[in-house]
C-alpha cells in the first residue's frame, strides 16, 4: 500500500522560497506519475505541477511556470517542488498524489493515491 506524506510547508514572506516534499512508503514510486495540487480557501482544487514516472518530462501550471520546479528521486522515494518568488496567492494547502502511469496530467481524478497535504502561507 503506497503512502505519501507531504512537509516542507510553513509561512514565508513574498519573493521568499520554499521547498515541499513528498515522501512515500510501502511501495516504490518508480511506477508512478507524481503531481502537486493545491487549495485555497473558497476555490477548487487546482493542478500545480506534475512529473513523469521517469522524471523525463514536467508539467506546471501557467501560474507558476518559471518559479516554480518540480523534481523527483526515486532511490530516495521522494518527490520535491521547489518554489520561488512566492506570491501570496500561492497561498494554499498542497497535495501530492501518485497515478501508476509513465506519463502525467494535473486532473486530480486521474490520482489514485494522495497525502494529506501541507500549508504553505504567503505572508508578510
Known amino acids: 500500500q503506497l503512502q505519501l506524506v507531504e512537509s516542507g510547508g510553513g509561512l514565508v514572506q513574498p519573493g521568499g522560497s520554499l521547498r515541499l516534499s513528498c515522501a512515500a512508503s510501502?511501495?516504490?514510486?518508480?511506477?508512478?506519475?507524481i503531481g502537486w495540487f493545491r487549495q485555497a480557501p473558497g476555490k477548487e482544487r487546482e493542478g500545480v505541477s506534475c512529473?513523469?514516472?521517469?522524471?523525463?518530462?514536467?508539467n506546471y501550471a501557467a501560474s507558476v511556470k518559471g518559479r516554480f520546479t518540480i523534481s523527483r528521486d526515486n532511490a530516495k522515494n521522494t518527490v520535491y517542488l521547489q518554489m520561488n518568488s512566492l506570491k501570496p496567492e500561492d497561498t494554499a494547502v498542497y497535495y501530492c498524489?501518485?497515478?501508476?502511469?509513465?506519463?502525467?496530467?494535473?486532473?486530480?481524478?486521474?490520482?489514485?493515491?494522495w497525502g494529506q497535504g501541507t500549508q504553505v502561507t504567503v505572508s508578510s
Open positions: 498524489a501518485a497515478e501508476a502511469s509513465r506519463n502525467c496530467w494535473m486532473w486530480g481524478n486521474e490520482y489514485q493515491y
Open positions: 510501502g511501495s516504490t514510486l518508480n511506477y508512478y506519475a
Open positions: 512529473i513523469s514516472s521517469s522524471g523525463s518530462s514536467t
